[in-house]
């Protein structure tokens, strides 16, 4: 294992347009005409700043905006402290109070091992997007993290999708857990610690950075002896990544956070008909301009969540007899939801459509960092915010990368391919066309002309014994042959064994370069863990990826080079 700092030599940067993306998503990083009936704001023109910023001050100018952004404050200023926060963390989230304050807001499931690269991406994003508007405006714009803790689908979050020393993909998991309790109500298991090991081993020991092997141990230690939750231990994770930047994290299940959620929680199942009609009309319009709705509810669902002591059921739409589960688990007349609300905010939860909506309730949302399944749904959303008093923020989408190791580089080279020729199968047959070409020797052929010399001279010389000195010398020369034969046989699978070590060698390379760029065919940033990375070239690797990886790229090949 190194000691010391990251062994990162430098990070280069260059567009990678191999990698491309779609629909809603692909509109507004480059052709914002094509979605701007369902998005109220253009992210690339510098006038919506200023419009924005306007809808904010109104939606927070009432007699109790102080008291909520004094609530807002000290809840997050309380959490960051809990999970080791950095001064600069734990400053941003005071900032927070001050009544200028707008915030730009990100967020992601509360992944193993910070989940899927597309995580930091996000948090990049939100840190640079943040900086820059600040800078615009002059004043202050905090960027925050949001966990989505209240999702209850442990299976989806529940793997670490990696490349391990002998260049396959593996996944690691934690044992089956609850799948329909809240991950902000599943206490990390004492088997994270197995996770975490497994985790280090992917890497040769001389390769692990001794920094980053105590990060995940340390906020591991951290978790297990404060019985906390995977989404706090997410949490420390992501926070320990940002130490000198102003990331704030955000848990939704805090309680100050319900509180401040409630009033749009109670008028969700009034408004419940309009939403769904609003999502539909939505949809429509989306296919009619070719593209592909991210949303796809039953229209009596009311996006709301409610959590007893063992897992976490939506409500639906019964009329005048109020909401119910859909099996009957639960159930609230519209008189008794309103009460249950107020006196247990703890106890509801928005779903997908509703929470951007809380979101804003509870942040003074300038700007919403989005991601392509995001973009795909917020689509259908611009009219539902209405319905809630607020207005859609600035969606602005996420950083698009693709990380290089110099081994990938080497092995696409090594076969005369580009790095984007990786996502097919077309990597294989250039690895046998390259084995194929750099051999000397063709080596079939050429034992199979000594086996024919071999047997011809043999059958000269037996009958020239047989004839010559004495018949019983022909069975004798022919097993002699025989053996002399065996012996080609067993060089010849010497030599094939030789050249098809070679060719593993090669194969294996390349598909591990295929594997780490293109899982599965698909994009890194989708699937691939950060861990292995960050492992190699220490915690400070996210910091370095803050700072260097542009913003106005479609996706960004990162060269890293140590």
Known sequence: MREGAARLASLRCRSFPEATYSGAFAALRGDFARVAPFFASDPSDPGSCAVRAEECDLAWSGPDAAARRKKLADALTQYVRGIGGSPAQLAAAERLADPRALVVVTGQ??????????????????????????????????????????????????????????????????????????????PVPAAARHLVGAAISLLPSDEVDADAAQWLR???????????????????????????????????????????????????????????????????????????????????????????????????????????????????????????????????????????VVQDAILPTFC??????????????????????????????????????????????????????????????????????????????????????????????????????????RQIAERNGAQVMWQLDYLEAKAVQHERRRERGLLRAVEGAAHRLFPEGHLQETTQSAVPYLLRYGPRLAQDLCDAVPLDRDHVLVHLDG
């Open 109 to 186: 499931q509360a992944g193993l091992l910070t989940g899927p690269l597309l995580t930091l991406y996000k948090a990049i994003t939100a840190l640079r997007v943040a900086a820059d508007i600040e800078a615009r405006l002059q004043r202050p714009v905090i960027p925050i993290f949001w966990i989505a803790s209240e999702d209850h689908d442990f299976a989806e979050i529940n793997q670490v999708r990696a490349v391990d020393a002998t260049q396959r993909p593996v996944r690691l998991r934690l044992p089956p857990l609850p799948n329909r309790r809240s991950v902000g109500d599943i």
């Open 368 to 473: 919403q960092i989005s991601g392509p399944g995001e973009a795909a749904y917020l689509a259908q959303m611009k009219h539902v915010f209405p319905l809630f008093g607020r207005t859609m923020p600035v969606i602005y989408p996420r950083l698009g990368a693709t990380l290089a190791l110099p081994a990938d580089l080497e092995a696409a080279a090594s076969v005369d391919l580009g790095l984007g020729d990786l996502r097919d199968g077309r990597w294989r047959r250039a690895v046998e066309n390259v084995v194929e070409s750099r051999s000397r020797l063709d080596v079939a052929e050429r034992f199979e002309l000594e086996r024919t010399a071999v047997r011809q001279r043999y059958e000269t010389l037996a009958h020239e014994l047989a004839t010559g000195v004495a018949p019983a010398l």
């Open 218 to 356: 340390g906020t591991l230690d951290a978790s297990l002896k404060a019985r906390e939750s995977l989404a706090t231990w997410f949490a420390r994770l992501l926070a320990a990544l940002f130490p000198d930047k102003g990331l704030v994290l955000l848990d939704p299940m805090l309680p100050a956070l319900r509180e401040l959620a409630a009033p749009t929680i109670a008028r969700a199942v009034a408004q419940a008909p309009a939403v769904n009609s609003a999502l539909a009309e939505a949809a429509a319009r989306l296919r009619d301009a070719g593209l592909t709705p991210g949303l796809a509810l039953e229209p009596d669902h009311v996006h709301v969540f409610y959590h007893d002591e063992h897992e976490r059921v939506a409500l639906f739409d019964h009329g005048a007899d109020g909401v119910r589960a859909r099996h009957g688990e639960v159930a609230f007349t519209p008189e008794a939801y309103a009460r249950a609300v107020a006196d247990r905010p703890g106890a509801f939860s928005p779903g997908v459509v509703l929470r951007p």
